[in-house]
């Protein structure tokens, strides 16, 4: 059965530190997706990344970066020079990409970034 | 703003009364996601629908149901509220059926049953 873990239940840093968010991931299955979504103070759930199982290249966009690795069945998320906006709980989810699926949700990290 | 639209935001109601949650997804995307967040269950998939027809179900309890109707928008009942129902609800909505492109979700309606 497919499983996300996020071990950091909670994360405080302070403005400017980088800080990584872990998550790791179970499925049985070798076609697979991994996501990662915010969700700040308001409440809605912002959609950050998507990564399929074929595409191990770790990604960069401004400040974030995502680190895949299948070997250790780990997807994990780093913010460099955080700032006090990317305060919110972090999700990261998984999906078998089959019919009858949906995404699997970790029970999330709740990042605090004091300034 | 990810495109999708729910309402109503927030939901005050009684144990025993019935509800309904309406949603429209973003232009173009055939599928809708239903799903509860809730402190102690996290979050949760609820049941999936693709072009009106429903594609997957997830943890939902029987006193739910959900359907898609031909203008792609979607509505969530909930019946014989019970105070342990009170969450969050999202609706997400997504070009593809089977799981694999991103999910963009809706601002969610709160539901507090007293």
């Known amino acids: 059965a497919q499983k996300v873990t996020q071990a950091q239940t909670e994360i405080s840093v302070v403005e400017k530190e980088d800080v990584t968010l872990d998550c790791v991931y179970e499925?049985?299955?070798?076609?697979?997706?991994l996501f990662w979504y915010k969700q700040p103070p308001s409440g809605e759930l912002v959609f950050l990344i998507r990564r399929n199982s074929f595409d191990e290249q770790n990604e960069i966009s401004g400040r974030y970066s995502w680190n895949f690795q299948k070997s250790t069945s780990s997807f994990n998320f780093t913010i460099t020079a955080s700032q006090v906006v990317d305060s919110a709980v972090y999700f990261c989810a998984l999906s078998e990409g089959q019919a009858g699926t949906a995404l699997i949700f970790g029970k999330g990290t709740t990042l605090s970034v004091s300034s | 703003d990810s495109g999708v639209t729910q309402t109503p935001k927030h939901l005050i109601t009684a144990t025993g009364q019935r509800v309904t949650l309406r949603c429209s997804p973003r232009s173009g995307d055939l599928s809708v996601y239903w799903y509860q967040q809730s402190l102690d269950q996290g979050l949760q998939f609820l049941i999936q629908y693709y072009n009106g027809e429903e594609r997957a179900k997830g943890n939902i309890l029987e006193r739910f149901s959900a359907q898609q109707f031909p203008d792609l928008h979607s509505e969530l009942n909930l019946s014989s509220l019970e105070l342990g129902d009170s969450a969050l609800y999202f609706c997400?909505?997504?070009?593809?059926?089977?799981?694999?492109?991103?999910?963009?979700f809706g601002p969610g309606t709160r539901l507090t049953v007293t």
């Open positions: 499925t049985r299955d070798t076609t697979y997706y």
């Open positions: 997400a909505s997504s070009v593809d059926s089977l799981g694999r492109g991103e999910q963009y």
